[in-house]
């Protein structure tokens, strides 16, 4: 069975930070996945935010938090994390990890396997 599990969210002001954790479990090993974090606000299309990739770890960002923010794996614990700094109110939304997912010329596609969110808030 394929479980991706995200923690982490919470509410902060503007300018802060927060850390999202996927941990995963089952058939998916963060090590040799494709894992990425996407985030859908009320109203608006889900967006592929970050993902992490490869033996030797290749990432992708998304324009809009490069810069800002930083994905990245424990093989030990297979969770991948999301390191969200200098948050603003349009990175607000529900995150998402999902596993399986690719890059190609209209930016990063969602995978397979998707875990059930975690709720970002940022007011201003």
């Known amino acids: 069975q394929v479980r991706l599990v995200e923690s982490g969210g919470g509410s902060v002001q503007a300018g802060g930070s927060l850390t999202l954790s996927c941990a995963a479990s089952?058939?998916?090993?963060?090590?040799?996945?494709?894992m990425g974090w996407f985030r859908q606000a009320p109203g608006k299309e889900r967006e592929g935010v970050a993902a992490i990739y490869g033996g030797r770890i290749i990432t992708y960002y998304t324009d809009s938090v490069k810069g800002r923010f930083t994905i990245s794996r424990d093989n030990a614990k297979n969770t991948v994390y999301l390191q969200m700094n200098s948050l603003k109110p349009e990175d607000a939304g529900m995150y998402y990890c999902?596993?399986?997912?690719?890059?190609?010329?209209?930016?990063?596609?969602?995978?397979?396997?998707w875990g059930q969110g975690t709720q970002v808030t940022v007011s201003s």
């Open positions: 089952g058939l998916i090993n963060v090590s040799t996945k494709a």
């Open positions: 999902t596993a399986d997912c690719w890059v190609n010329g209209a930016g990063l596609q969602g995978g397979n396997y």
